[in-house]
T-cell receptor, first 115, second 110 residues
């Protein structure tokens, strides 16, 4: 089992640029989560999907953030335009259950630095 | 008030010591509780679930107190390899999503 795969591992970009983060969940998992982690705020849930459908996007900071899940094996998180305060580690996680009941499997994360 | 609160630490303990972490949560409707472990520059990984009756996994014991809305993690006979950040996670209720605490840093010293 390859686990949750995220790319890129590191992204350095300039303010105003578009950033796209990618995630491949574990095969067979039907829930996918995007988290952001910073020292000050810890792990924050941005959005989660169940069976490719966005269920709760209340954690998405603002309109600059968007997420898609076109099929069961792929999701993207896009930031356009990026700002320095978006610098963080972005984790994708998947689960075999809906919502809060089951174990989450995390990817290795994308370290984003916006200069 | 944060939904899930933890003492950030760090907890510096010698090898072999017993150490305990507490975590409080604000949503009384929460139904699922977990402890995750996160090593430096790595992703979080599930350490153990927390059940109402309390549960034990080797040197680790987790307990839940619904009346006071806190969960705890006890580590006995600490090892150097236990050094990590321990994240308290609470889920369920109306939002039906997992909320992570900011973590407690444990450093086990030789």
């Amino acid at each position: 089992d390859a686990g949750v795969i995220q790319s890129p591992r590191h992204e350095v970009t300039e303010m105003g640029q578009e950033v796209t983060l990618r995630c491949k969940p574990i095969s067979g998992h039907n829930s996918l989560f995007w988290y952001r982690q910073t020292m000050m705020r810890g792990l924050e849930l941005l959005i989660y999907f169940n069976n490719n459908v966005p269920i709760d996007d209340s954690g998405m900071p603002e309109d600059r953030f968007s997420a898609k899940m076109p099929n069961a094996s792929f999701s993207t998180l896009k930031i356009q335009p990026s700002e320095p305060r978006d610098s963080a580690v972005y984790f994708c996680a998947s689960s075999s259950a809906r919502g809060a009941g089951e174990k989450l499997f995390f990817g290795s994360g994308t370290q984003l630095s916006v200069l | 008030r944060k939904e899930v609160e933890q003492d950030p630490g760090p907890f510096n303990v010698p090898e072999g010591a017993t150490v305990a972490f507490n975590c409080t949560y604000s949503n009384s409707a929460s139904q699922s509780f977990f402890w995750y472990r996160q090593d430096c520059r790595k992703e979080p990984k599930l350490l153990m679930s927390v059940y109402s009756s309390g549960n034990e996994d080797g040197r680790f014991t987790a307990q839940l107190n619904r009346a006071s809305q806190y969960i705890s993690l006890l580590i006995r006979d600490s090892k150097l390899s236990d050094s990590a950040t321990y994240l308290c996670v609470v889920g369920g209720g109306a939002t039906n999503k997992l909320i992570f605490g900011t973590g407690t840093l444990l450093a086990v010293q030789p």
